[in-house]
């Protein structure tokens, strides 16, 4: 009797954890993409310029989001993955060089932060039509720049094809746009489990509700590619393991009536916008400096 209780005792534990794995994989996840208020802080103190902070609503939903740098140069509007944080792009908001430039401005993408986080938008038009409010923060008589990493890539995409007039050019870090190669996860499939989500922290429970209707949102903008008019660099890492390289071969057939160069950075991984911000500030500069 003993010897069975301690094997039941042992398969139990078994058990538990196998299911507290992804859930702690989750919530390590979950520290890498937001920053608190205390360590927002804590990076801008010794900077002159500190950023801004504002909300707006739209159809119900709150959107926040940071600008910083005076509204009159011209914009850059930074668009995030998932999960993410206006925070992915902090680095570049104290970038002395670049604020003095342009006008930087990052929102929370709806269901990430404090734009509702856990209750997303799956809707690519959607998340456009609650971001357009953005661009009346531009006040410099010149078209914006857009920058999108991995999921926030189709967004920044999907603004340069409703609003072509409003977008001087795009830069695409790593974006996940072919719909036939979505690549899914192991951890996809028990963050699937509605039992599993209860426990989710609440911007991987976003993040998944994305990742399950990327595909199907992707092929819904399939034909509209070619709409767009802004110049466009394409930056991705042939060591890429989350977004499949081969995205550039779908950019290269889809946009067909607008400058596409492709920037193929050696042995570098998805994670451009922190691993390539000397290379990506650049590539900002010298559309602002056009």
């Not at 990493?149 to 996940?176: C, F, N, T």
């Amino acid at each position: 009797m003993k010897i069975i209780f301690r094997r039941k005792r042992i398969w139990l534990i078994i058990v538990l954890i196998l299911l507290a794995t992804p859930l702690i994989f989750f919530y390590v996840m979950m520290s890498q993409f937001s920053w608190s208020q205390k360590e927002i802080d804590e990076y801008f103190k010794t900077k002159k310029m500190k950023p801004v902070f504002a909300t707006y609503t739209l159809n119900g939903r709150t959107i926040f989001y940071s600008s910083i740098g005076s509204d009159t140069l011209p914009m850059v509007l930074f668009v995030h993955g998932a999960p993410g944080s206006w925070t992915d792009y902090i680095k570049y908001f104290g970038d002395e060089n670049l604020i003095s430039k342009s006008h930087l401005v990052a929102p929370d993408r709806p269901g990430y932060g404090n734009s509702g986080v856990g209750y997303p938008v799956t809707s690519i038009e959607e998340q456009v039509e609650l971001l357009k409010p953005l661009f009346a923060l531009n006040k410099s008589h010149q078209p914006i720049i857009l920058l999108g990493h991995s999921y926030g890539g189709p967004i920044a995409a999907r603004m340069a094809i409703d609003y072509p007039d409003q977008i001087k050019a795009m830069i695409l870090l790593a974006p996940a746009i072919d719909p036939d190669n979505e690549k899914m996860f192991w951890i996809n499939k028990p963050a699937s489990w509605k039992a599993m989500q209860y426990f989710l922290p609440a911007i991987m429970l976003t993040a998944q509700k994305e990742k399950e209707t990327h595909a199907a949102e992707l092929k819904k903008m399939e034909n509209d590619w070619g709409k767009i008019a802004a110049s466009t660099i394409y930056m991705y890492g042939d060591k890429d393991g989350l977004v499949p390289p081969v995205n550039v071969e779908y950019a290269k057939k889809k946009i067909t009536n607008a400058p596409l160069e492709v920037i193929e950075l050696p042995n570098e991984n998805h994670f451009i916008p922190w691993t390539q911000q000397d290379s990506v500030t650049r590539v900002i500069l010298r559309y602002i400096e056009k």
